[in-house]
Structure formats: structure tokens, C-alpha cells
């Protein structure tokens, strides 16, 4: 994320920016085409982090997170990135609004397997296209929730366990809310249900 963030800080275009990814091979992957997926998937989630009506604010909060993203201290860095994917993907949007907001705000900091179990068997009920997914799918995606927990220092462990708010940096904090997202702060903060 750091890489294709840098380079968008330069000033590439997008098409550039996969073309340079898959022809540098930046991020050391296998096959052409898982680095033009994930070099995609990157942009995409840079790109969730401006508001559709892209008023002159969604913009500039846009800009400071996208180079948070690139040059800002790791923990910065990471809740960034958390707030793009929570913005990009409605899967993270559900489990951090339904399942870690509600728990931190009820001060309940335990996370369990179990939990995490419980929510997919919840989301996959209501939502008809989660329902079709794989086992190995559903395991996937469970470990990246639990991996990106995880990163920003809100669980200790992907076996699960001990859940804590997130102490969110300054400028993270100033631009979700300068987005209309002051909803997504509260929650990952422990304060408030999104």
C-alpha cells in the first residue's frame, strides 16, 4: 500500500503506476497478474478515501491521508489504511461498525475465533453474495479482518483474545472527520457505534 501510495504522491497516473508495479515487480509477487490485482486493489482503496462529491475538503483530506499512507510512521500509516478499507469494503465497514464498535462500547475487549465465527455465519445470512462464498474464501477474508486488527493494535492475536480501542493519530483522526466520518472515529476509538 506504501509503494502504490508513494507513487501517487509523485504524481503518477494510475495506468503508470501498475504498469511500473508489475514491470519492477514491486512488490515481489510471483505472477504478473497478482501485482496488477493488488496495485488495483491499492488504488482503489486510495481513491475511497475521497468523497463522491469531491468538495475541495474530501479532496484535501483525501491528499493528507494518501500521504499518510506513503511517508507518515507506520501507526499512522495503518489506521489510514484501515479507514480506506473500512471506507472501500462493505464486509469491513459491517465487522467494525456491528462487531468491534458495539464491543468497545459496551467495554467488552474480548475477540474470540468464536466471534469471529458468529459474524460470518451473521453476515453470510444477509448478504446473498457472501453466502456463495468458499470455505477457503470466508478463511481468507477472516484472517485479513483479523490480520488488519491486528496491524493497528487493536487485537493481540489472530488466535483471538484482547481487544483494545484504538488510539487514534491526530491527523487520521482530523481527516476522517473532515470526510463526515466522525462515526468511524468514535467506533475505533471505543466511543460510539458507527
Not at 6 to 31: A, H, M, S, W
Not at 79 to 107: H, S, T, V
Not at 143 to 148: R, V
Amino acid at each position: 500500500m506504501r509503494i502504490v501510495a508513494d507513487l501517487r504522491t509523485q504524481g503518477e497516473p494510475d495506468d503508470e503506476i501498475i504498469q511500473r508495479v508489475k514491470r519492477e515487480n514491486l512488490f515481489q509477487y510471483g505472477t504478473e497478474r497478482m501485482l496488477a490485482d493488488r496495485a488495483r486493489a491499492c488504488l482503489q482503496r486510495l481513491d475511497a478515501l475521497e468523497n463522491a462529491d469531491a468538495s475541495p475538503e474530501s479532496r484535501e483530506a483525501a491528499a493528507r491521508l494518501t500521504e499518510l499512507i506513503a511517508h507518515g510512521a507506520p501507526e499512522a500509516a495503518g489506521q489510514a489504511n484501515l479507514y480506506a478499507m473500512i471506507r472501500r469494503y462493505e464486509l469491513m465497514r459491517a465487522f467494525i461498525g456491528i462487531e468491534i464498535a458495539d464491543r468497545l462500547a459496551c467495554l467488552d475487549y474480548t475477540f474470540t475465533r468464536v466471534d469471529m465465527n458468529a459474524f460470518f455465519t451473521r453476515y453470510q445470512l444477509e448478504n446473498a453474495e457472501a453466502a456463495t462464498w468458499s470455505d477457503a474464501t470466508v478463511y481468507r477474508i477472516k484472517s485479513t479482518l483479523a490480520s488488519c486488527l491486528i496491524n493497528v493494535g487493536m487485537l493481540d492475536s489472530t488466535k483471538g483474545g484482547h481487544l483494545s480501542p484504538l488510539m487514534l493519530d491526530f491527523d487520521v483522526e482530523s481527516a476522517m472527520k473532515e470526510n463526515g466520518d466522525a462515526d468511524i472515529a468514535a467506533a475505533l476509538s471505543g466511543l460510539g457505534a458507527m
